[in-house]
């Protein structure tokens, strides 16, 4: 017992030395974003890349949106699982990534059937959608049922095919409020995405589903518009 009190007498100097932290003081918060970008991939669930996608993503602690092709949606249904359990936006495009200008009824069949499937396996309704090519009509935009999304930045990643260009095409032209187009089914794509998200994040840039940006800007999505970013709409004719 003397030794523990000696030992008590001791340390008493030293802990006065430690920094005073006061339980009422709240922690520093910390620093806004410099802006908000939403990368977007088309065409997926694909497989091994989408797998290596979804970890880099969890690794920066980055938030994408998936827009999905119906027909791939069987044997892939943990991906999608995963994707909805870490906070990425899945959204409808199509079941055969057929174009909504020209398709009418049959298009937007594909729609409603795409929506099925995500609502039986991950439950909600009412999946925003990315129509193929970007090619919609005014019918589509009318009886869809659910906020269509275009694109402000379209890096060309099916074609371009090189990792350093895609990168450089982000990282040089992405601006607060985009909405970036990419498909997780190429690995240059991948590999791209994850690059401009550690370049753009020392910017201070977040990365956030589409539905976050627009909650982020303060923009009421509406059924009937076809959107480039939350402020700027795409027109129809």
């Known amino acids: 017992m003397k030794h523990n009190r000696w030992l008590c007498l001791l340390l008493l100097p030293l802990l006065a030395l430690l920094p005073f932290r006061s339980a009422a003081v709240a922690p520093a918060l910390a620093q806004e974003p410099a802006g908000y970008i939403a990368l977007t991939f088309d065409d997926s669930p694909n497989g091994a890349l989408t797998e290596r996608l979804l970890d880099g993503l969890r ?3 980055a938030h994408a949106t998936f827009f999905i092709i ?5 044997g892939q249904e943990a ?3 995963r994707m909805a359990a870490e ?3 899945i959204g409808n495009h ?3 990534h057929r174009r909504l200008d020209t398709s009418g009824a049959v298009g937007l069949r594909e729609l409603e059937r795409t929506e099925a499937a995500l609502a039986d396996l991950l439950g909600g309704s009412g999946y925003w959608i990315r129509p193929p090519w970007g090619f919609a009509s005014a019918e589509t935009l009318r009886e869809a ?3 269509l999304v275009y694109w402000s930045l379209d890096t060309e990643d099916w074609s371009v095919m090189n990792d350093g260009k895609i990168t450089k095409c982000i990282i040089d032209n992405a601006q607060d409020g985009d909405i970036i187009l990419l498909h997780d089914a190429y690995a240059t794509s991948v590999d791209a995405a994850l690059h401009a998200i550690d370049a753009l994040s020392e910017q201070g840039y977040a990365f956030v589903t589409v539905q976050e940006l627009f909650e982020q800007m303060g923009v009421e999505p509406e059924i009937g518009c076809l959107y480039c970013r939350p402020d700027v709409l795409r027109e129809i004719k």
């Open 87 to 89: 906070g990425h936006q």
């Open 79 to 81: 991906l999608l699982r």
């Open 94 to 96: 199509t079941w055969t």
């Open 145 to 147: 049922g659910a906020p």
């Open 70 to 74: 119906g027909q791939q949606i069987e």
């Open 59 to 61: 690794e920066r602690g």
